[in-house]
């Protein structure tokens, strides 16, 4: 990609909310499928592959990756398949999903100092500071305010527009859903 146009590629990730649903969709449908799928090893690469695509459409799309390599070795503990099937499904997650993202997060590391781009990092160097400076920075308190708060209440698809929050009936409703779709992943793994 040429250096000229890298800035274009990060505008245009803002509103591909649709074509980053359907990547991650069909990378979670297989996930799902994948304990009693006949080609695990390609089920897995496939979904590597679909999460790539997913990342470079839309960056959060990389918040399933550490959730779907959680998944297989959750089987696995859980005895629904065996530890080498679900060690080999994680090597070919993560192997498919860097020959997708590398150059991208090489060219990432290169400009800003950051493998994943976001609005944050870019201010963050050209106030000079890197991604351990932001590192250094965490405490404990802000587990709860970021992974849950940030990344899952408040993540409505708010997309480009992150300055309109949904309101608080909706973000309450949408907590009770994930507990409903987590307590229904724990029912149907036990």
């Not at 006949?38 to 990756?65: N, W, Y």
């Not at 990432?108 to 932001?134: C, L, M, W």
């Not at 309109?164 to 409703?173: H, S, T």
């Amino acid at each position: 990609m040429h250096a000229d146009t890298w800035p274009y590629f990060y505008v245009s990730r803002v509103a591909n909310d649709a074509l980053a649903l359907a990547f991650v969709g069909a990378a979670v449908w297989l996930l799902m499928h994948w304990p009693t799928g006949r080609f695990p090893r390609a089920s897995a690469a496939l979904v590597g592959g679909l999460l790539g695509l997913g990342t470079l459409t839309k960056l959060i799309t990389v918040s399933l990756l550490p959730a779907a390599l959680a998944y297989l070795l959750f089987l696995a503990l859980c005895a629904r398949v065996k530890w080498f099937t679900a060690v080999l499904g994680v090597v070919m997650i993560v192997s498919t999903y860097f020959v997708f993202t590398l150059p991208f997060l090489v060219k990432n590391i290169q400009h800003y100092r950051v493998p994943f781009v976001t609005q944050e990092a870019i201010i963050n160097g050209q106030n000079g500071k890197s991604f351990v400076d932001s590192f250094r920075a965490i405490r404990a308190d802000h587990i709860e305010s970021f992974f849950v708060g940030r990344l899952i209440q408040e993540n409505l698809w708010t997309s480009g527009w992150s300055f309109l929050m949904p309101d608080r009936l909706f973000v309450n409703a949408y907590s009770w859903i994930l507990v409903i779709a987590f307590g229904g992943l724990l029912a149907g793994v036990y």
